[in-house]
Every structure is written in C-alpha cells, then in structure tokens.
C-alpha cells in the first residue's frame, strides 16, 4: 500500500514537501516514482529512485527544482518541491515497480503499486 501525503495550494514560487508511505511490501528492494496527471493531459513521470541504492532520475520538466528523497527505516519517500509554477497543477501519485526499471533507466514504466493521489495547485 502507498499513501501520499502533502498537497495542497500554494501561490507561484513557493514550496511543498509530499510524502508517500509504503506498506506491505519490501521496501528496500523497488524502484520507486513520482507521476503527475494534469487534467486533459496524459501522466507523466517525474522522479523516481532505487529503494536499495542511491540512484534518482528526474524528468527535464522538474530537474533542479525537485528533489526526491527516502527514508529507508520509516519506508517512506519524498518529493521535495521548490520554485512551483502554475504548469506544476496536477495530481500527484506515487508508485513503485521492480527494481530493473531503475537499473535500466526505464523509470518511467512503473505501474505495480500506486498510491491514491495528492492534489497540487499553484496559482
């Protein structure tokens, strides 16, 4: 199970820290995201990492600004966001997936676990 939390509305230029919590499964060994889904617009992948190592991949669109993040003892991972802007307005969700999507740089496909969602707005 994963539970995202940390959303919410902020103005252009601020910041926010979501936060996704996993349970029920070894942690230590996926490959874990952050997707974003704006409405009209197809999900895109935006960070992701290696629960067992210290590799973090971000998409273009967020690189510089974000920050994804793991707490490996409370199973729990980040998304640090900074200098937000309003084309950053979706809805968040967390993932996780075999670990070779990350070793091969394939990211992006994870679809195993999702979590419900947490909304940003940036206005």
């Known amino acids: 199970q994963l539970v995202e939390s940390g959303g919410g509305s902020v103005q252009a230029g601020g910041s926010l820290r979501l936060s996704c919590a996993a349970s029920?499964?070894?942690?230590?060994?996926?490959?874990m995201g952050w997707f974003r889904q704006a409405p009209g617009k197809e999900r895109e992948g935006i960070a992701a990492?290696?629960?067992?190592?210290?590799?973090?991949f971000y998409a273009d669109s967020v690189k510089g600004r974000f920050t994804i993040s793991q707490d490996k003892s409370k199973n729990t991972m980040w998304l640090q966001m900074n200098s937000l802007n309003p084309e950053d307005t979706a809805m968040y969700y967390c993932?996780?997936?075999?670990?070779?999507?990350?070793?091969?740089?394939?990211?992006?496909?994870?679809?195993?676990?999702w979590g419900q969602g947490t909304q940003v707005t940036v206005s």
């Open positions: 029920g499964y070894r942690y230590a060994s996926y490959c």
């Open positions: 990492l290696y629960t067992a190592g210290d590799s973090t």
């Open positions: 993932a996780a997936g075999p670990t070779m999507l990350c070793k091969q740089g394939n990211w992006y496909r994870i679809n195993d676990y």
